[in-house]
């Protein structure tokens, strides 16, 4: 079954268990190199994997939950203890102290629902923890609502793709289809912003 992520996400899973689904998640979640690992795809994936008895499906949505939460937060610390040092030159044009600025105002303004809604748009997901600690929002309103943000993101894509094993005879079959338009399906929550934003 072929991914645009990854070329057989189903020996993946098979390969790597739930010690791999784990560290996926977790670095898909908030670490910088992260961005580019197949985090929809593979959890609805796995979800589907479940339902056919390759996987127990209580162990792997807590497992993959707790990644996500626990990844967020590495981000999170990363950027609230890498950002000031890195944000402080006046005519940088990537590091410059506006920018900073402006990243503490947006997390003032959008933060809570940034962070929820990150969670769906892939490679979104991975840095907007970092940028959360380097715009210095309160640790203890981030954990809210990335707990809040894991917990729907992570057991809803696992299970869905459970749900949807269990009911559609040979579900595996169309995981490509599936995919793509979990993928699309990804990218609403930005755009509707977006727009609604412009308007």
Known sequence: MQSIFNPNLIALIEISGYLGLFTIVFAESGLFFGFFLPGDSLLFTAGLLSSQGLLNIFYLVPLVVLGAIL???VGYWFGK???PKIFFHEHSFLFNKRHLERTKSFYLKYGPRAI????FVPIVR???PIFAGVGEMPYSMFLRYNVIG???WAA?????GYFLGAVIPNAENYLLPIVLVIIFVSFLPIIFEFWKNRK
Request: without cysteine.
């Open 81 to 83: 203890k890498v950002g």
């Open 126 to 128: 991975t840095f907007t």
């Open 71 to 73: 990844g967020d937060s």
């Open 116 to 119: 929820i809604l990150a969670r």
């Open 156 to 160: 809803g894509a696992t299970l869905l």
């Open 150 to 152: 894991g917990v729907v």
